[in-house]
Structures are given as C-alpha cells and as structure tokens.
C-alpha cells in the first residue's frame, strides 16, 4: 500500500492512526467504507480550497484505500460545500465513492448494508453536543457492523467518551489508541 506514503507528512499528527487502521483493515479484508464528515481542507483566498494536513485528509486516504483494494467509500457531510471540496481533492478516485450531504444519523439510520470500516468524525469536538452526536450514530451503526469490521473514532476525548463506554459495553475492544484517535473491534 505504497499510497500511503503520500499522507505520511509531518503536518499529519494522525498519519500513524491511518496507517494502523488501514493496515488492518487489509489484513481482514475490509472494503466497504463509511465515513461521516468528509476532509474538506481550507479555505485559500476567496474561490479556492486546498488540502489541510491537519485535517488528516480521511477522506482522500480512505478513497485510495478502496481504489487500491476494489472496495466502496460513502462518505456524509452535512455541508455541501464541505462536499464539493472533497470530491475536488478525490476526484481520481470518483468511481469508488458516493457521497451524502446529509445528517450523519439520518444517514447512518438509512444506510442498509453491512459495514466494514467505518470512521465517525462529524460535529468538530468544540461544539456541545458532538460527543452525544457521536453516541447517536454508533447506536444506529452498530447493527451494520459485522464480527470483523473496524470502527476509527476521531476527536478522542472531545467528542468520544460516551461513544467508547457505549462500544466497551456492547463487545468492542479497543485495537489501538493515539492522542486524536482510538480503533475498535469485536475481536
């Protein structure tokens, strides 16, 4: 998975995170992705938007990962402009990814497929109620998961706190922690 070379930037804090996930996600076979809350960079100058390494860009290393594997992304954001700039940033990608504006939980309760990896990163961690957010979509998540499927959580401690007790209590177990980020796992 030589892609990966290409995140690993000083700027990315969470590249080490990624790259533990994706690894494993290949070694179990993982290929349908669901993300909530697309990498949408930043704001350059009025009309332009470029890549924010300090975004940690998920969106762009989970549609190479598909790309690389033959899997599927279906990524959700609630903005569309958040929307437009990530299909800008994947756009070689474009086959292997559907993308959603919606909201997360009424996405996540309309999305009918099982789920192999599914990375929760909607709400930014400074507003009040992302870490009941977050809880609310793993609730409705948990029934697309299967006994192999990987779950990313981002913004640990911000916004994860109640969605991890919820995890531990229904058999997840903890497979790697970092400072943004913590994975789970039936096994």
């Known amino acids: 998975m030589e ?10 804090f969470r590249f080490k995170s990624f790259e533990y996930a994706l690894l494993e996600a290949k070694k179990r ?3 349908i992705f669901v993300e909530t809350g697309v990498a949408r960079g930043k704001q350059k100058f009025l009309f332009f938007s470029k890549i924010n390494w300090k975004d940690g860009m998920s969106t762009m290393i989970f549609s190479d990962y598909v790309k690389h594997v033959n899997g599927f992304l279906t990524t ?11 299909k800008k940033f994947t756009k070689i990608n474009s086959d292997f990814i559907n993308f ?8 996540l309760s309309n999305f009918k497929k099982k789920i192999d990896f599914l990375y929760l990163d909607s709400l930014d961690g400074q507003f009040e109620n992302a870490s009941k957010h ?11 998961l299967h006994k192999d499927s990987l779950v990313l959580l981002d913004d640990k401690g911000s916004k994860t706190n ?3 007790d919820f995890m531990l209590k229904n058999n997840l177990k903890i497979l790697n922690e970092t400072n943004e980020q913590v994975l789970l796992s039936f096994v």
């Not at 892609?3 to 990315?12: A, R, T, V």
């Not at 959603?100 to 996405?107: A, L, R, T």
């Open 3 to 12: 892609f990966l070379q290409y995140y690993n930037n000083p700027k990315n």
């Open 29 to 31: 076979n993982l290929k």
């Open 76 to 86: 959700c954001d609630i903005s569309k402009k958040n929307i437009d700039n990530a």
């Open 100 to 107: 959603v504006v919606e909201d997360s939980i009424k996405f």
């Open 134 to 144: 977050q809880l609310e979509e793993i609730k409705v998540a948990i029934n697309y």
């Open 162 to 164: 109640l969605s991890i």
